[in-house]
């Protein structure tokens, strides 16, 4: 009997324990198995067209929908993406090997004809990605067979490789792009996570492609982009782990964030500079010396320091420091301010008076904001009435490109991490070209001398001779390295930074 009891007991204790053990482990693996990845944001993707749009924030979300033939690694080596290896024919043809059995959202194979076809939509349309293929021959581009990608350029052409690991160029469905009459409203690329649902000016949710090429890739199964405008509040987010990432943390909030208990922060001088730049096809700015007289009214340092704070560094090029053929010298063309000198430039021009104008900015970008504050002030002690027109991102991007603005604050990319990629934003047949209605057939011929030039040491110097001529024309007026700063919560790891584009790729992130 008493046997009997004991054994009960026994029973019951060890069910009990059973009951106890069993929710410890299921508490335990619903915290080490969390399935969502929230990112934030500061600008809308508006839409997801791969090869629309130059700002960093849309490829951010895109970059983990489509990808690219290659990449870049953290030394800017060219690295396999879809492409698993590549040759050079000769000097001016590229073959591609793709890797086999790559699948699309929509369940079809990757093939030669799809890339093809998407690198001719980008350039066909002149899309903001076709600054990247301008010097193919893209007539002579063919898929020669279901693996095999032959890339044709218009002679020998340094950074072609490079260029193609821009976002602007990813790859998609043929299939599904002609069925869709070219929307992207249900995007259909091969990368590792597929578009779940679209709020527009709210957040993006992305799911895992579960036959996606990658091994063991995405490592959590959803990912949730939250588009959050105001600086402050992605900072209110990442402090109080509302989100696991939080990208463009402003200046203002880093020493606080950086004391934070449960926050990491990345900080890393990018490859993007940005510049007060100049339409010369807008009066007064047609005149050189108004153009000279605004680099003798503008403090920089201060205005920087105003805007960043100790955040980046103040430009002393076109290009940043790090980025190979930037200029080592550009110091004469950066002067330090004289009002005196500026307002006989101006009367020189005709302008005794001053004028009125205006410059574009992103609204949701507070620091770009605060530095047209800060030179508004100081333009207006040389007769200069600067009116600031803070646009939401997507308009300002356009308008600036499109040259609907007199100035604007903006800024270019190293993307490929050598100074072409920047100075082939002034060529005359560029994206930009409506930004600054520059037309230099010297600065042109520099370019096309250099682009052509293998030799590292020769293509640098002519580089060198490229960035002092649009130094010299007075178009872009140098302000500032940007450095990133992004926030993450500390049970997440496997993150890495990318200065390239800034489109961070994600599908190797984990939680801890």
């Known amino acids: 009997m ?129 600054i990247n293929l301008t010097n193919m021959d893209i007539d002579k581009c063919e898929a020669v067979d279901d693996y095999t990608v032959k890339i044709v350029t218009k002679g020998p052409y340094s950074m072609q490789l490079n260029l193609l690991e821009n976002p602007l160029v990813s790859i998609f469905s043929q299939k599904a792009y002609e069925e869709s009459g070219g929307d992207f409203s249900e995007p259909v690329g091969t990368g590792p996570y597929k578009l779940k649902e679209y709020f527009p000016g709210d957040r993006v949710e992305l799911s895992a492609f579960e036959d996606y090429w990658g091994k063991d890739e995405p490592k959590i199964k959803n990912l949730v982009f939250r588009v959050i405008t105001e600086s402050a509040s992605r900072a209110i987010a990442a402090e109080t782990g509302e989100a696991d990432i939080v990208y463009d943390i402003a200046s203002t909030d880093i020493e606080r964030l950086e004391k934070a208990e449960k926050v990491d922060m990345v900080r890393e001088i990018s490859a993007n500079t940005r510049y007060v730049s100049i339409n010369t096809e807008t009066k007064p700015y047609d005149e050189p010396k108004v153009r000279e007289a605004l680099k003798y009214a503008i403090d920089r340092p201060s205005a920087v320091k105003v805007a960043w704070g100790d955040f980046g560094k103040v430009a002393n090029g076109l290009v940043n420091d790090g980025i190979a053929g930037a200029s080592e010298n550009l110091s004469e063309y950066f002067v330090e301010r004289d009002v005196e000198k500026a307002k006989a430039l101006l009367k020189e021009a005709g302008y005794p008076d001053g004028f009125k104008t205006s410059i574009l900015c992103s609204n949701a970008d507070q620091e770009s904001m605060s530095f047209c504050e800060a030179i508004q002030s100081q333009l207006a002690e040389v007769g200069i009435t600067l009116e600031i027109k803070a646009e939401e991102p997507t308009a300002w991007v356009e308008d600036s490109l499109g040259g609907r603005g007199e100035l604007s604050i903006y800024g270019f990319t190293a993307s490929t991490g050598e100074a072409g990629k920047i100075l082939i934003r002034f060529l005359s047949d560029a994206n930009e070209f409506g930004m600054y209605h520059w037309n230099s057939p010297e600065f042109d011929g520099i370019m096309a001398k250099a682009l052509q030039t293998i030799d590292d040491d020769e293509r640098n110097k002519l580089f060198d001779e490229a960035q002092k001529m649009v130094m010299e024309a007075g178009i872009a007026i140098p302000i500032w390295q940007k450095e990133l700063a992004i926030a993450t919560s500390k049970n997440v790891e496997g993150f890495r930074c990318s200065v390239a584009y800034e489109s961070h790729i994600l599908k190797d992130v984990s939680f801890k």
Not at 59 to 73: A, F, G, M, N
């Open 2 to 130: 008493k046997k009997s009891i004991m054994t009960k007991v026994a029973l019951f204790m060890a069910f009990i324990m059973m009951l106890t053990t069993g929710c410890a482990s299921k508490k335990e693996e619903t915290k080490s198995g969390k399935d969502t990845l929230t990112v934030v944001i500061s600008q809308d993707p508006d839409g997801f067209d791969p090869n629309a749009n130059t700002n960093f924030a849309p490829h951010q979300v895109k970059s983990q929908i489509y990808e690219t033939l290659v990449r870049l690694d953290e030394n800017n080596e060219v690295q396999p993406c879809l492409a698993e290896s590549w040759e050079y024919e000769d000097d001016q043809t590229l073959i591609f090997k793709l890797r086999k059995g790559v699948k699309f959202h929509n369940g079809e194979e990757l093939k030669a004809s799809d890339v093809i076809f998407s690198y001719k939509r980008a350039f066909d349309d002149k899309t903001a990605g076709y």
